[in-house]
């Protein structure tokens, strides 16, 4: 009989650190509680990204793209596929007074662009470079959480993006709306969006 742990998997291992960073951003969050404004997006991708590359650091590789040009704030490369698999985020914030992703509608410069439209066109580009060579490229929102009324809504957790473009254009942008989707799911469920096996 061994004294050695049982060996995670690497969805494990990364859901694992997914998890811990998931954590940090709500405690950070809750620790900034109502002066969130101070601390944008940016601040929260980097923490996360921190954590999981601290915990995990051979699996994600992260690339940080000209938002304003890509509609995504970082893009995670799967480093086993040898950078074929690629991973467009675009991340927001929930507004703790409100319990609304205030930016979620967001329009691109003086285009009238949706950022989650750009988001997507970006990506089915990359897509189709992606599948060339047996990979793939997808599209995500991260959304940072702090509900006073409820920790159990408090992390990261994640939509595709198609579907917040479908929530969007329906002008849902609340925490509840979001939370009704069969898709919205913590942030630990995304090592099995990402596929390690």
């Given at each position: 009989m061994s004294d050695q742990p049982p060996t995670q998997t690497p969805t494990q291992q990364l859901a694992a650190a997914l998890t811990a960073a998931s954590t940090a951003v709500a405690?950070?969050?809750?620790?900034?509680?109502?002066?969130?404004g101070a601390l944008r997006e940016e601040g929260f991708t980097a923490l996360m990204v921190g954590t999981v590359q601290d915990q995990d650091p051979d699996v994600l590789v992260p690339s940080f793209p000209n938002e304003p040009k890509t509609g995504a704030d970082l893009i995670w490369i799967d480093k086993a596929s040898g950078g074929k698999k690629l991973f467009l985020i675009q991340a927001k914030r929930l507004n703790p007074l409100t319990l609304q992703y205030d930016e979620l509608d967001h329009t691109v410069g003086s285009t009238g662009k949706l950022q989650v439209d750009l988001l997507l066109e970006t990506t089915a580009g990359i897509d189709e470079e992606a599948?060339?060579?047996?990979?793939?490229?997808?599209?995500?929102?991260?959304?940072?959480?702090?509900?006073p009324l409820s920790s159990a809504d408090n992390g990261i957790f994640w939509?595709?993006?198609?579907?917040?473009?479908t929530l969007v254009s329906q002008g849902k942008t609340s925490l509840a709306a979001l939370k009704k989707s069969s898709f919205y799911q913590p942030l630990s469920a995304f090592a099995n969006e990402v596929g390690l096996g």
């Open positions: 405690k950070l969050m809750q620790t900034l509680q109502l002066s969130l599948q060339d060579e047996g990979g793939f490229a997808k599209a995500y929102y991260f959304f940072y959480n702090f509900n939509l595709p993006a198609d579907v917040v473009k």
